[in-house]
Every structure is written in structure tokens, then in C-alpha cells.
């Protein structure tokens, strides 16, 4: 056999070297064309097809490319072996996913978790990340810096100093792909056996993960201020972890002069750091903002970590800690050896964003949306002021409300659902040996529901609750 | 003041209704528009300015959006109190960079990390990105599965099977952003103290990583087949580290009986394990391709981690881990409250690489150009075959020179750097307290250079090592 017998479909918007390429290869896969098998000229080839001599030409070089064949100089083109060639049979069903169990989704989802979807600057996304990949920058897709891209750290330092009084050099700043992901860095850098102090309720993940890492937690507490320092000072902690500027998740924040005794108490040991989770700092409605802990420290004690998945997505996963300069030292020996966990072409989409002034108008358009249904949510849970306490307004995207006339947590989250809304509780927020509260508390987060949404589901609890 | 006195460009780039938005944002800013004024209404805006009506609503809408300006219903747009809303200066030099030690560049760098980036596949991605970015399907940003998309387990799922071997459902799938990631989330899940089996020389960042979080590490001695599980029985090691396919740095690859003696090693205590690391089985020249470990386990011990950093570009953070199952609960109590470290659009666009056919045809490329270039050097370092032994050869993107005449290490890396090309000593890859080498050996990656660069390089060491 000299020639390919290969039908073309000029009409299809597959190329026709394309058409070519496939089916030799084909072939060869199937045997048909056995090894050592020679293929007819390009140029014959190309008669017998009546296709141009080019297009056989590029459906041969693919061919040789990916190592189907390979060209012997003056004898032409012969069928290598097969033996490690890939063939990867694609899924007859790209969009199948794994059947997993189907949860019942409310109609009305109080998650604290939440972030206003809607207003997700697609456009801007798009165009930042079709700009990124159109520059052919081979760089890009090199392994980069394992704290990130110094642009972009370069880029968050100017960010924090203005927008949370962080004070930072960028070679300060570790990226990774999440908060969690920081937190386990710091775990790897301390080593195990550290002695950290957490409020409670907390961030149940970071306790679960510092325990995970054989740590010990001192729990300590808290009152309207936050963590209590004077008891702080009772235990042997080295380590503070606190969230002053909204604590998770009771929402308090705390003012300036609990943040100097706290400061006051690391500088009092050597090796005492505070570990500033300002998850999400961004969003505050009433009164001045406050500046970061970080912002106060002058004796270089505080570990500062903020993320972009509250502010912009959940599944951006860039977050960005501040070490301070007296643990660069243990970084370089102990944690720059981990990989960035960031992609270099999602550094460069966020330091776009932000350079380009997106992020600004993003913050103010988010603010101003979570305002408006923060003072919305106010006004309607109004309606429950005789058996509710509202606490952790003004700031976040969540508030708490407490039921002051014995109503149980789980009777008041399983009502609610049986009004189609989900209500969380507080309790699960609980952790060591810490007493559990008298009161039974729920969180409700807003941030993804619509002002018209917001009074439905209010409308719905108070069917739940008052009736 | 009833009017705003904007001059407009009509010939600029930027939209009126902006310009509009800019000039009134920047008047509020700066004090110009105290709080509570009254703006002009849109008509006599728009007349004065001679612009549409539509252009100024536009240019309002923007600013209400973002909290700098109120409607008030019958009265008009008021300034709003500036208090919280964000105003963030965005670099004078977006491109300024942190000065950071510049390394001098050896014109040929034989590093063991390099991937050819030239044959990144840049349309394809870039297609796949786009796609994925225009559906403006928001669930793409909302936080996602900790172990991943179920979608691209899936599709990992069959890739395993076909390429590796590997047996796996997707449940018992995890994704990870980088190999040093899965495995600090394993070391995360078994908690600390562990004592865990290793080559040396081997892995460094592994190493590290498990030393670093209070693990015990045990050196077990290799022989040309692996390590050698008899000396591995003697410790009491209750994981073994291993990399079967291809031995980082030493190349070795294990035999497929070797494979079943550290099987049955795993089988005879109750909670021993091996993580096989498979980073960069992907390529062979040479003899049939093995299977992976994994798939001759019969007993539930293998814990698989693979990478596509290394198949298609280190800066591409996916890494994925296949959990035996009876360490499913483990996961589900101790290793699911980490956040999936992925963006859901890397794991979109990998799932359509996967899907599409791509990562196929780029495999067999890759496969074709690393053999051509791993052919050239082989034939190129015969010139040295008096003073040095070749091995590590037949896979992977790197070889060993080991000198047999005498020269150091240090000698051969200095007078390699002499003539402009960085070599690697072997000794940087002994952990603990193993021998180190009596002969002085070197690594040569071959991944990033051009069949000519690896001409030109070894008459280089031609010169630096023969004369």
C-alpha cells in the first residue's frame, strides 16, 4: 500500500492536516500501520488526496512530533515503535462527575461563608487573565519565588500600609494558596510542641490544624474587647492567635488599647509572637476603621494574615502572611523550601487588579452592597427584640443573634429550617475545654442574599420562632 | 455651584460616562464635594456638559454603587460621608520590582528542575482559559470541594489507570497545589512522630518537610534496585518513602519484584504505609513502562502522589494524591478542613487539557523531544568515558556522571562554572547521618536545553574536565 485512503471532510471546521494526522495516527495505534511500516511520500500523498503538499507536510511533522514516525534521510518516512507512546482514551462523558450524595439546599442559606457572587468583576477577570496569557512570557510557567512573584509583593505591601496601617517590605510578605495553607507553613516553620493560646469560639479549622500539629492550645478568655490579656499572661503561651479587627466568630473588635496590652505581653518573652488573622478586615460600617494590629507593633512580634477569597472569591485562593523581620531567618531555613502554592498567572491577574485600581472599586462596590444589606438585616430582625439579642453588627458579613427567652440552639436552627432557612449555630465554634454558653446563639451570614431575600427569610423566621 | 465643570475628551480611549465617574470621584476625594452635598441632577448635567442623559446616569450609577454619592427619592444625589470607603494610590511604576541579588546566569545550566518551556502548550491553554472565564458561571468562584473538582478526579481517575496503572475512584482522590503541599496535608493527617523510611540520597524538600514536623526519619540503605526492603524490616519505620519509577536524584528504577518485597513489607504490620512518589514517571525511552506501585497493591497501603508541575509546567501548582481507601476516615477527621489549595479554574482548564485530547498529543511530544535531547547527551558524554560512568540514564529528564579518576565534586562543579555551565553535586541530595559518596558525582538535567545547547555544553566540560 502506497496510499492512505483517508475520506476528507473539507466542509468540517477540523483542519484537513488535522483530518490527516488523526488518521494515520490511528492506524498506527490500531496496528494498521505496523512498525518499520513506510508511509508513502508527501508529495504522493498529497496528489492522491488532492491536497496541497504543505498540508501533508504539517500532518507528518505532527506525526513525528509526538514520535508515531520518524523521517530517515533519503528513504522518507517509517512507523516507529509503539512501545511508550501514550494513548489516553478521552472520557466519552467529559461533564460526567462523581455521583455524590445530594444535600437538600435550603431556600434561604444564612452561610457564613458567603460572598456576594453577583458581584464578581468578571469582566475585569477575564481581561486580566486573557492579557497575562496573550504576553507568550515563557517565565510565566517557570517554577517562581516560593513567597511569590516580587511584583505582587511589592504590590500588597503598598496595599496593606494604606488600606490596614500594615507596615511591610516585601520581602516580608509569603503568599500561599489559602489561609489554612499559611497556618501549616507556620506549623512547619515553628515545629511541633508550641504553646498557642486561641479564644473560644474560634476559627475552628486553625484549632483543629495547630492540634493535628501536636501543639498544645491554651484556651483563653474573652470578654467585649476580646482575648483577656491578664489571663493570657497566666498561662505559658508563646503564641497568640486573635482576629482583632472582627473576631470569628463572635465579630467583636477589639479597640486599640486591649491590641497594646496584648502587644505589650509578646514583647514580655523572647520568643512570644501574635498571629493576626485579619480574614475579614476589609468590611466595617460604622465608625473609623481601626488599623491593623500589626500596624502597632514596634517591636516586630506579629505574624499578619489576610486573603483575597473574602474580598474578591472564595476560589481566588491567594492569601498573603507578614512575617515579622526577626523570623525571616527561621523562614529561610525552615519554610522557604516548600514551594509557592500560588500559580504565577493568578499572581500576576491579582497584582493587575490591584494596580489597575480594580480592587478599590471592587472594595467600595462590595462595602457599599454588604452595607446596605447589613442595615436591612438590622432593621427586619427588629421583630425579635423580645426574645433575640443582636451582637457582631457593624463590621463582616455575619451578625449573631442570641436567644435571651430559652429557646435551644437546635430548636431554634431546626425550626428555621423547616422554613426552608439555614441558621448555624454557635456551639459548633467551641473549642477544647472551653464552656459552652448559657444562651443558645445562631449566626446569620448576609453577604449572599439580596435585600429582598434578607426580608423573606426574616419573614420565614419569624413564622419559626415567634409563632 | 449647579454644574460640574468636567472637561471631556471625546477622542480619548475612556468612555465619557467614566470620565464623568473619575473627575466627580476624585472632587469628592479630595474635599472639593464636601459631604452632603447636592450634586446637579442628570438632565441639567447633561446639557451643561452636552452629553446624553444616559452617559451621566451611567456615570452616577457607578458612583452610588460604590458608596461615594446617594439618591435620595424626590431630592436628588447627595455626597455620602466618606468615612471607610476605600482610597487606594496604585503604584506611580506597576512594573517596579523588588531589588533582589541578582545570580549570575551560566550560559548553560544543566538544572535537574528545568522543563522545556518551549513547548508549552500556550494556544491550547489559553483557549481552555478563555472558555472556561466566558461562562460566567458563578459557582466557578465560590469555594469549591477540599478534595478537588469531582469532575477532574474523575478524569484523573482515568489518566491513573491508563497511563500509571494506578487503581483509583475518585473519592479517594485529593488535589493539591504542589507535591510539597500533599505532603505536609499527609503529614497534617498522621500527626507527628512518625518514623518514616527514606533513601539517601533522596528528596531533600521531603526530607525537611518531615523533620521539620517532629517525624523520625530512618535511612535505609538502596541498592541498584531501590531500597532494600530486608535493611527496611530491621528499622521501625512505619512508612517508607519511595519514588519506584524513577529514584530522585539517583535515576534507579525498581524492579518489579523489588516492588512486591516492599508490598509485603507493608502488609505485615497493621498501620504501615508507603508514599510512592511518582513526580516524573511520565517519561521513559527505554524498555516497557512499569506500572505504578500502586497498582500492584492489594492491600490498601499505597499512598500515590503525582504532579502535572513536572509533565506540563512548574508553574502549573496541580498535584494530586491517590489515598488508599482504608485511610479515607482519617482524611474525612483530620485532613478535609484544609481548603482545597487549587483555583477552580486551574482545575477547569487542567480538566479540559486532559479532556480535550491535549495532554495526550503534549505527553507524546514532550516524550519525543526529551528523548532526542537525553539521546544526544548519552552520545556527547562518551568523550568522558575514561574519567567517569554514566547512570540514571533511560528516564526521566536528568543523568549522573560519576568520576572515576579523582576529581571532587567541588573541582568538577568550579571548572565546569569556569567554562559557563552549571553542573549539580550529588552530595546536596545525602540526608541524615548516611555515608556520603566516595566517588564525587554530578547531575545533568537536560530538560531546558536545545539538542545544540547540549552540544555546545559538553565541549564546554570537554574543556573544563578533560584538559
Not at 165 to 182: H, K, M, T, W, Y
Not at 285 to 300: C, F, T, V, W
Request: hydrophobic share 40%; proline share 4%.
Amino acid at each position: 500500500m502506497n496510499e492512505l485512503t483517508i475520506s476528507l471532510d473539507a466542509s468540517s471546521s477540523v483542519p484537513l492536516y488535522e483530518q490527516i494526522y488523526k488518521y494515520i495516527k490511528k492506524d498506527i495505534q490500531d496496528g494498521g500501520l505496523p512498525f518499520k511500516k513506510r508511509l508513502p511520500s508527501t508529495r504522493k500523498l498529497a496528489k492522491f488526496l488532492q491536497v496541497s503538499r504543505t498540508t501533508v507536510d504539517m500532518a507528518y511533522e505532527q506525526l513525528v512530533s509526538e514520535g508515531y514516525i520518524e523521517a530517515v534521510p533519503c528513504k522518507g518516512f517509517f512507523v516507529c515503535e509503539l512501545e511508550g507512546i501514550y494513548r489516553l482514551e478521552t472520557s466519552r462523558s467529559p461533564g460526567r462527575t462523581v455521583l455524590e450524595p445530594e444535600k437538600a439546599m435550603p431556600e434561604y442559606d444564612f452561610s457564613p461563608h458567603g460572598v456576594d457572587l453577583n458581584s464578581f468583576p468578571h469582566n475585569a477577570w477575564r481581561k486580566l487573565s486573557k492579557d497575562i496569557l496573550l504576553e507568550e512570557n515563557q517565565l510565566l510557567f517557570q517554577l517562581g519565588d516560593p513567597q511569590g512573584e516580587p511584583e505582587l509583593r511589592n504590590t500588597i505591601a503598598e496595599y496593606l500600609h494604606q488600606a490596614r496601617g500594615v507596615s511591610a517590605q516585601p520581602e516580608q510578605i509569603v503568599l500561599g494558596a489559602g489561609n489554612d495553607f499559611l497556618l501549616l507553613l507556620l506549623c512547619s516553620m515553628f515545629g511541633t510542641g508550641k504553646k498557642i493560646a486561641m479564644e473560644s469560639p474560634t476559627y475552628r479549622k486553625a484549632y483543629n490544624l495547630f492540634c493535628n500539629l501536636s501543639n498544645q492550645v491554651r484556651i483563653v478568655e474573652m470578654d467585649n474587647s476580646g482575648m483577656l490579656v491578664d489571663r493570657l499572661a497566666l498561662t505559658d503561651a508563646e503564641i497568640a492567635y486573635v482576629m482583632p479587627s472582627h473576631q470569628y466568630p463572635l465579630g467583636t473588635v477589639m479597640p486599640v488599647k486591649r491590641r497594646m496590652q496584648l502587644l505589650a505581653w509578646a514583647c514580655q518573652g523572647s520568643d512570644r509572637f501574635i498571629i493576626e488573622d485579619d480574614y475579614d478586615s476589609e468590611f466595617r460600617y460604622k465608625g473609623k476603621p481601626i488599623p491593623a494590629l500589626q500596624g502597632y507593633d514596634r517591636d516586630d512580634r506579629v505574624i499578619y494574615i489576610g486573603t483575597f477569597s473574602k474580598s474578591i472569591a472564595p476560589a481566588i485562593r491567594v492569601s498573603y502572611m507578614v512575617l515579622p523581620k526577626r523570623l525571616m531567618e527561621l523562614y529561610y531555613s525552615r519554610g522557604r523550601n516548600i514551594s509557592c502554592t500560588v500559580s504565577r498567572v493568578d499572581q500576576r491577574i491579582i497584582a493587575g487588579f490591584l494596580n489597575g485600581g480594580y480592587y478599590e472599586r471592587h472594595l467600595n462596590k462590595m462595602r457599599a452592597v454588604y452595607k446596605s444589606r447589613h442595615d436591612v438585616l438590622l432593621e427586619e430582625l427588629k421583630a425579635f427584640r423580645k426574645i433575640c439579642r443582636v451582637s457582631g453588627e457593624h463590621a463582616g458579613v455575619h451578625v449573631l443573634l442570641t436567644f435571651t427567652g430559652g429557646m435551644t440552639e437546635t430548636e431554634a436552627i431546626r425550626r428555621a429550617a423547616e422554613e426552608g432557612v439555614a441558621v448555624y449555630g454557635l456551639s459548633e465554634y467551641f473549642v477544647g475545654e472551653a464552656k459552652q454558653p448559657e444562651a443558645a446563639t445562631v449566626i446569620l451570614g448576609y453577604a449572599n442574599l439580596s435585600e429582598t431575600a434578607i426580608r423573606n427569610a426574616v419573614q420565614r423566621l419569624k413564622r419559626a420562632w415567634l409563632s
